[in-house]
């Protein structure tokens, strides 16, 4: 059987198959700390569940959204970004898809022709590097000199290749590392002078600990001037992994381009998981504060020990 170069040439995702193992053992009984795939132990909170009931009780759910999400969806999340960081961003800027993961797909078939280089700082997320893969780029991957473990205007100067991408995953996953402020603001400069894409990666960006300080990009740069692009998405701050609902803001002839590929993906994202993804921008945000001051007690128990 002759598949495509494309299928055969990528691997399949580590962490998923680690996950799927860790739940095999699981149903056999084995006790299994699974630490495979970054996802929250606690149960969706209880109001974004029922507000998805409502909607389907509503017959809310029965046929196709927008390719770029519902329209109340996207001012939800202009809100929660206001909500946030105090900068407002119109919905023009914004597109929906089926989880952040799907945000990343998208933007590299929709930023990168055959050869085109993206950087990131090792290690990374295992599917930035298939998704550059398949969108016919080149990944590079800079090991730091140093404990820090994140990327730098240094390392970048220092490339021998033109970039057309940069990655910053904050905080990052697999290693926790948070940039400063001070350290995006470089990158975003950087990528203005060089006319590079800074895509700044935040889905981890309400779970940060211990005093430590989270910046978005969006604090920084003017989102419609700059060649800046934020993905983040309600997986992991809502407990919502399995809901997969996710977004991109940018210049609107990204988000355009965008949905156009979109439109031919997955037409929209699941309008149950929209519904469910407005109460959690909406409604009481209590649980998040719960859910990561849990993950930070666990965090300073087992550095402890």
């Known amino acids: 059987m002759n598949l495509s170069d494309r299928v055969t040439a990528i691997t399949a995702s580590p962490t998923l198959s680690m996950n799927a193992l860790a739940k095999e053992m699981q149903s056999q009984g084995i006790d299994v700390i699974n630490l495979g795939v970054g996802e929250p132990d606690f149960q969706t909170p209880q109001n974004i569940a029922e507000a998805a009931i409502a909607a389907i009780k509503a017959e ?25 960081y105090q900068v407002r961003v119109g919905t023009e800027n914004v597109t929906v898809t089926t989880g952040a993961k799907l945000a990343l797909y998208t933007l590299m078939q929709t930023l990168l022709n055959p050869g085109d280089v993206v950087v990131t700082a090792a290690p990374e997320w295992v599917s930035y590097v298939e998704q550059v893969k398949l969108a016919g780029g080149k990944l590079l991957e ?119 590929l979109l439109g031919h993906l997955t037409s929209n994202p699941t309008a149950a998981a929209q519904y469910a993804a407005i109460e959690a921008l909406n409604g009481d945000q209590t649980t998040v504060e719960t859910m990561r001051q849990a993950f930070e007690d666990r965090l300073n128990k087992t550095f402890d020990e």
Do not use: C
């Open 60 to 84: 809310k759910t029965s046929f196709y959204t927008p390719s770029s999400g519902l329209p109340a969806l996207k001012q939800a999340i202009t809100d929660r970004m206001y909500a946030r």
């Open 142 to 260: 800079v090991h730091s000199k140093n404990d820090a473990l994140k990327l730098t205007v240094a390392d970048l100067v220092n490339l021998s290749e033109p970039v057309k991408a940069v990655i910053i995953n904050s905080p990052t996953n697999p290693t926790g590392q948070v940039y400063s402020r001070e350290e995006i603001q470089h990158i975003l400069d950087w990528g203005s002078e060089n006319d590079v894409f800074i895509i700044l990666d935040e889905i981890y960006g309400q779970l940060v600990y211990n005093g430590v300080t989270f910046t978005s990009g969006l604090q920084l740069a003017d989102i419609n001037t700059s060649n800046m692009i934020i993905v983040d998405g309600v997986s992991k701050a809502y407990a919502m992994t399995g809901w997969r609902i996710g977004w991109t803001i940018a210049q609107p002839k990204i988000i355009q381009a965008m949905n156009k």
